[in-house]
């Protein structure tokens, strides 16, 4: 049974008008009167219907993959308290008015650049590729990889040498673009393909490729090497320039920020004297500074302070020759820390 989207869009300023698509086939969506205009959905199957409210921010996400995992898990860590029905592709927040969109990952720059949504999460790459106009509020630090030029090992120093050829890719915008610069009269032939691109050298249906490389495994199974580098490219949190809600983007940036910290770094506490506090604060001055309070033991104190979780264990040992004692480190959460 089809699942499909049925969506009200309002433009703001009184202007209103309605389309209705399918996630499937609907990729952008025109302004009206120039205003911006926001996707109010629907998503039904049958006589089931959920309706979003006329208040709430849609917040779109990948759909499917590692991307999605990694996403819900930041969500979940964040504090966004939402249950997504079976088989449907939207969520209701409980605690705050936004509700999660889950759309291809490819198609999320696209939505939040048109005012479909307000808020998105996507790969640089993605927006390179589409062309959006969007604001980028932070890096996620996750989904790190290299979009990159390949082609069967040994066959290719020069990158050079592959413009005027055949290129399969799944981004034909930037490798169209990338091998513009080198074309000597005979134009690059892009072939579009949506999956198992490092197969098409082997196949015959292409000299080379441009496709995305996070660990080069896939790529050297498949007999290719990487030539040349067009982006290096990692998830990263959208939102649409003219936003409805610019004071609850804000949140949500700041939702997703503390739970970043928390990930990264854990609480150091320990006691020391304070013949040897310069020397420890030294060790961990923390995101800003270190807290310092005095203890009821003449001349010792107790400092806490943030330090890289990657990096704790040879803080403790440091902390430890200079004389610290009671020495912990603290998991976090989240937090609510600016720099």
Same mark, same amino acid.
């Given at each position: 049974?089809?699942?499909?989207?049925?969506?009200?869009?309002?433009?703001?300023?009184?202007?209103?008008?309605?389309?209705?698509?399918?996630?499937?086939?609907?990729?952008?969506?025109?302004?009206?009167?120039?205003?911006?205009?926001?996707?109010?959905?629907?998503?039904?199957?049958?006589?089931?219907?959920?309706?979003?409210?006329?208040?709430?921010?849609?917040?779109?996400?990948?759909?499917?993959?590692?991307?999605?995992?990694?996403?819900?898990?930041?969500?979940?860590?964040?504090?966004?308290?939402?249950?997504?029905?079976? *088989? &449907?592709?939207?969520?209701?927040? $409980?605690?705050?008015?936004?509700?999660?969109?889950? =759309?291809?990952? /490819?198609? +999320? %720059? !696209?939505?939040?650049?048109?005012?479909?949504?307000?808020?998105?999460?996507?790969?640089?790459?993605?927006?390179?590729?589409?062309?959006?106009?969007?604001?980028?509020?932070?890096?996620?630090?996750?989904?790190?990889? *290299? &979009?990159?030029?390949?082609?069967? $090992?040994?066959?290719?120093?020069?990158?050079?040498? =592959?413009?005027? /050829?055949? +290129? %399969? !890719?799944?981004?034909?915008?930037?490798?169209?673009?990338?091998?513009?610069?080198?074309?000597?009269?005979?134009?690059?032939?892009?072939?579009?393909?949506?999956?198992?691109?490092?197969?098409?050298?082997?196949?015959?249906?292409?000299?080379?490729?441009?496709?995305?490389?996070?660990?080069?495994?896939?790529?050297?199974?498949?007999?290719?090497?990487?030539?040349?580098?067009?982006?290096?490219?990692?998830?990263?949190?959208?939102?649409?320039?003219?936003?409805?809600?610019?004071?609850?983007?804000?949140?949500?940036?700041?939702?997703?920020?503390?739970?970043?910290?928390?990930?990264?770094?854990?609480?150091?506490?320990?006691?020391?004297?304070?013949?040897?506090?310069?020397?420890?604060?030294?060790?961990?001055?923390?995101?800003?500074?270190?807290?310092?309070?005095?203890?009821?033991?003449?001349?010792?104190?107790?400092?806490?302070?943030?330090?890289?979780?990657?990096?704790?264990?040879?803080?403790?040992?440091?902390?430890?020759?200079?004389?610290?004692?009671?020495?912990?480190?603290?998991?976090?959460?989240?937090?609510?820390?600016?720099?």
């Amino acid at each position: 049974m089809a699942w499909r989207l049925r969506a009200t869009r309002l433009a703001m300023g009184g202007a209103a008008g309605i389309v209705s698509a399918s996630f499937a086939n609907c990729h952008t969506a025109t302004q009206t009167d120039g205003c911006v205009s926001k996707l109010k959905s629907t998503l039904s199957s049958g006589t089931q219907k959920i309706n979003v409210a006329p208040d709430h921010m849609l917040f779109a996400i990948p759909k499917k993959g590692r991307l999605n995992e990694k996403i819900v898990a930041m969500l979940k860590g964040s504090g966004f308290d939402y249950s997504r029905p079976e *088989r &449907l592709d939207i969520a209701h927040c $409980k605690d705050l008015p936004v509700s999660i969109v889950f =759309l291809p990952a /490819s198609d +999320i %720059a !696209t939505y939040v650049a048109e005012g479909n949504v307000d808020l998105g999460i996507t790969g640089e790459d993605m927006i390179a590729e589409s062309g959006a106009t969007v604001n980028v509020l932070m890096k996620l630090g996750f989904g790190k990889c *290299r &979009l990159s030029v390949q082609a069967p $090992k040994g066959q290719c120093e020069d990158v050079r040498k =592959l413009a005027g /050829s055949r +290129i %399969a !890719t799944s981004f034909p915008e930037l490798a169209k673009k990338f091998f513009g610069q080198y074309e000597n009269g005979t134009p690059t032939s892009i072939k579009v393909i949506s999956g198992s691109v490092e197969a098409s050298c082997g196949l015959g249906l292409s000299d080379g490729i441009v496709d995305l490389v996070e660990t080069g495994t896939t790529m050297r199974a498949a007999g290719l090497e990487e030539v040349a580098v067009l982006m290096n490219t990692q998830a990263v949190l959208i939102s649409n320039p003219k936003t409805a809600y610019p004071e609850l983007v804000e949140t949500v940036r700041r939702r997703l920020a503390g739970y970043q910290t928390a990930q990264r770094f854990v609480m150091c506490t320990y006691n020391v004297h304070r013949d040897n506090l310069n020397e420890a604060s030294s060790v961990t001055p923390g995101k800003r500074s270190p807290s310092v309070m005095n203890l009821d033991l003449t001349g010792w104190v107790s400092v806490s302070a943030l330090v890289e979780k990657s990096k704790a264990a040879s803080v403790m040992d440091k902390l430890e020759s200079i004389g610290a004692t009671d020495i912990l480190t603290t998991g976090l959460l989240s937090s609510r820390i600016y720099d």
